[in-house]
């Protein structure tokens, strides 16, 4: 029996702009994918090391590929009905409304969460830089982190995209002049000793395996930008898949040179700074001092994942499912303050928690990622929802992997949220 208008009507979401859209390019939504997820390249993802370097390679092609596949989804699913608030507004769709309000929640908890462990990380970066920097003055550190870029993000306009493009250039910049510098001193034979294969078997390999999320994760939040650019059937498509595919290129390069260089495999798990090493080697610098080379990606990170929580929750209150106030638009710039402000300061308790109570400390990245993993499944669920009842929609781009990649992506999503609930 044929469709009528009538019974496509659910899919319309009405939810008042998140933003005045701007003109972006795929370049600008590259930019911005970029911002949000690499600096987890550049520290964190060493931990799961500890498993030996097969398990972490198995766990990071793993993951990647399970990114990838959402990306493809996800962008397909954007070409063809952008839904404002990302993953909330797909799930409201296909879900229900009080599944939507579950899943916007789960994301932009997990998005806090995370900004909440960079700005520790970005802290313990400057003390290993600046020695002189005590505990005691870390929560000021915090703060101005969560200053600077809540109040760039709060002009927004042409001042936002400006700092975006130039932190993802920057980034991306060291990350090459990184794994390229290092080239010559990489002994993959010496570093990554058969030894430190593979360590605790297939038990240690599960528990460690969403550790290589850290290379990717945040990429997803591209989508929540529906609102804020023109054209997003055809700008957000072309730069998420750029960027899932760029990220997934670093990642292996970063991956093969750290544990192909000093201070070898088995030391990696417990450095801050995965970088740091290689700076020293190359071009003879204190070992503190070549933190100075991970400060900006970690700013990047910090500053990205601000912009998509305070996205969802602007959707949130758009829907009338938080307090209007929180969706309430700044008269000049155009941007959500309100949003932005009320985010970051459940950020900045947590980033007190974290530090002073460690069991939740310990949990956190388990606790960021089960989150990550119910939505990124929920968005799965999505595509496949949509494939199947409005495969006649027209659209811009199509996933040349199909069902077949939600279907991959929704194994890997599973097999994670087990680990890190386990």
């Known amino acids: 029996m044929k469709r009528t208008a009538k019974a496509q009507a659910p899919l319309v979401i009405s939810i008042p702009l998140i933003a005045k859209p701007t003109k972006a390019s795929p370049f600008d939504i590259w930019a911005l994918g970029i911002t949000i997820v690499i600096g987890g390249q550049y520290f964190s993802w060493n931990a799961g090391l500890v498993a030996g370097v097969r398990s972490n390679a198995a766990a990071l092609v793993f993951m990647g590929s399970g990114y990838i596949c959402l990306m493809l989804s996800m962008s397909e699913m954007t070409s ?20 939507g309000f579950v899943i916007g929640c789960c994301e932009a908890l997990q998005y806090i969460a995370y900004v909440s462990t960079s700005t520790i990380s970005f802290g313990q970066m400057l003390q290993q830089m600046i020695p002189s920097i005590s505990n005691d003055l870390l929560p000021l550190v915090w703060f101005i982190v969560y200053f600077v870029a809540v109040g760039i993000l709060i002009v927004g306009g042409r001042t936002f995209w400006l700092v975006n493009r130039f932190l993802a250039v920057l980034s991306t910049a060291i990350v090459l002049f990184y794994c390229i510098g290092c080239l010559p001193n990489v002994d993959f034979n010496r570093y990554a000793s058969t030894s430190t ?17 850290w290379f990717f994760v945040g990429i997803e939040a591209l989508n929540t930008l529906c609102n804020m650019v023109e054209d997003p059937k055809i700008v957000i498509p072309k730069g998420q898949v750029s960027c899932i595919l760029t990220l997934f ?12 260089s000093s201070p070898g495999a088995a030391n990696l798990p417990t450095v801050i700074t995965v970088f740091n090493p ?24 910090i ?3 601000i912009l998509a929580y305070a996205n969802i929750l602007t959707a949130l209150a758009h829907s009338k499912l938080l307090p209007a106030w929180i969706g309430r638009t700044h008269p000049r710039f155009h941007t959500h303050p309100y949003a932005l402000i009320f985010g970051s300061a459940i950020g900045y308790l947590m980033c007190y928690l974290v530090t002073y109570v460690p069991i939740l400390g310990a949990e956190m990245f388990n606790i960021c990622m089960f989150f990550g993993f119910s939505s990124y499944l929920a968005q799965c669920v999505g595509y496949l929802y949509l494939k199947h009842n409005f495969s006649h929609l027209p659209r811009n781009f199509a996933s040349p992997l199909g069902r077949f990649g939600a279907y991959y992506a929704s194994v890997v999503w599973v097999v994670n949220w087990i680990s890190v609930s386990y």
């Open 80 to 99: 063809t009905l952008p839904f404002a608030g990302g993953a909330y507004g797909l799930s409201r769709c296909c879900l229900g409304y009080f599944s």
């Open 303 to 305: 500053f990205g994942f």
């Open 278 to 301: 290689g700076f020293v080697t190359m071009l003879g610098i204190s070992y503190d001092f070549a933190t100075i080379f991970s400060i900006p990606a970690t700013f990047a990170t």
């Open 249 to 260: 290129a670093t990642g292996i390069f970063v991956f093969f040179v750290a544990v192909s």
């Open 197 to 213: 294969m593979m360590v605790g078997g297939f038990s240690l390999f599960f528990k460690t395996m969403p550790l290589a999320a």
